[in-house]
């Protein structure tokens, strides 16, 4: 996943040491080449565990999800930040906290979209706090469902969020691992430093 990362450098804004901006390639703009090819190292990299569902959350979860669900050839369910119109039917629902808005959300997925055949992979952009990620996993438990794995874009390595999941039982794949924003500088965590983690 050198695109990834060669866009990150390239396209990447640095807000400031905790927020990176990728709008130009995925959270605004998107690019779709890249997407697909994400889509397929999550698909790859997961599929033994024979993945009925992909799980997302909107919106910037989506297209990482559906090309991941595309590649796997099922379908991808997104939930909710905010209850849909329709509430004649039964949701699963759970709060995130987001640590970069301050606030919490409600999230929401209906009932009839998961149950306990399914095995689920979660896709989203980010990882931060691991909030997002542990809410997603909360409402697929909730269905009585499995959780595969975690796939996660881009990892912002020292907000804490893999030890969260990890420690909660999930595996975490992300394709690009960011170690600082300091400095207005990307930089990412070493191959070597990977490595020497595992063991
Ligand atoms: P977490 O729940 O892991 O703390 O944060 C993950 C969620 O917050 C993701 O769904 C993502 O939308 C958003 N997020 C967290 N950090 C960043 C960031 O640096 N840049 C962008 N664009 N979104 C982020």
């Given at each position: 996943v050198d695109l990834l990362k060669e866009m990150i450098v390239r396209k990447g804004k640095v807000l400031n040491s905790n927020v990176l901006k990728v709008d130009s390639f995925i959270n605004h703009q998107m690019d779709p080449?890249?997407?697909?090819?994400?889509?397929?190292?999550?698909?790859?990299?997961?599929?033994?565990?024979?993945?009925?569902?992909v799980v997302t959350i909107e919106s910037s979860g989506i297209a990482p999800g559906i090309m991941t669900a595309l590649a796997l050839k099922v379908p991808c369910v997104f939930a909710r930040k905010?209850?849909?119109?329709?509430?004649?039917?039964?949701?699963?629902?759970?709060?995130?906290?987001?640590?970069?808005?301050?606030?919490?959300?409600?999230?929401?997925?209906?009932?009839?979209?998961i149950d306990e055949q399914d095995c689920v992979l979660i896709i989203d952009d980010f990882l931060a706090h691991g909030e997002a990620a542990l809410g997603l996993a909360k409402l697929t438990e909730q269905a009585g469902a499995?959780?595969?794995?975690i796939g996660i874009v881009i990892e912002k390595a020292f907000q804490g969020g893999r030890k969260k999941l990890v420690d909660a039982g999930y595996e975490v794949k992300s394709l690009a691992r960011i170690k600082s924003l300091s400095n207005s500088t990307v930089e990412f965590v070493e191959e070597l430093e990977l490595e020497e983690a595992a063991i």
């Open positions: 080449v890249l997407m697909y090819e994400m889509g397929k190292v999550f698909a790859d990299h997961f599929r033994k565990q024979n993945i009925t569902k905010k209850k849909p119109l329709t509430l004649n039917e039964e949701l699963l629902t759970t709060t995130v906290y987001s640590f970069t808005k301050k606030e919490e959300n409600e999230i929401s997925i209906s009932q009839k979209f499995t959780v595969a794995g």
